[in-house]
């Protein structure tokens, strides 16, 4: 074939896809952010890794259960509900400082990516027994 014959069907090519594309607005584009399709947000869920739920009670000076335990690169939620007063859940390591509002539930997420003992504390103020609410993280290897 020549080249005349070559571009000819390029070009002929390019038009029939042109045509059959489905065309989109510039409402349904967003410039500058990639698709997302179901496929993949569902991939990437399923190969995330588990996750290491704690649930805590914030009441009248304490946390119920006022040591946690994980390990090193765990992704760990800790579901905190008030159940007396405002509280506050402040965890420095990790830069955490979640207020929890009276009678609500509030939940933190992050990966314990390094190992120790990190403490934590009430980081609203409650009442006079206040500086007693607190707690620690321990992170294991």
């Known amino acids: 074939m020549n080249r005349f014959t070559n571009s000819a069907l390029v070009l002929l090519s390019l038009s029939t896809f042109a045509c059959v594309a489905p065309a989109q607005s510039s409402s349904q584009r967003t410039a500058g952010k990639p698709e997302v399709h179901a496929s993949a947000v569902q991939q990437s869920a399923t190969q995330q890794s588990p996750v290491h739920e704690i649930q805590l009670t914030a009441k009248k000076f304490e946390f119920t259960s ?5 390990k090193k690169g765990e992704r760990v939620r800790i ?7 405002d509280h506050g859940f402040k965890l420095d390591e990790f830069n955490i400082d979640q207020k929890i509002k009276k009678e609500t539930t509030v ?8 190992a120790g003992t990190f403490p934590f504390h009430c980081s609203t103020f409650c009442g006079f027994g206040h500086g007693k609410m607190k707690g620690a993280l321990i992170v294991d290897e």
């Open 79 to 85: 579901v905190i509900t008030a159940t007396d007063h």
């Open 107 to 114: 939940t933190v997420e992050f990966t314990a990516d390094h």
């Open 66 to 70: 006022d040591t946690i335990h994980v």
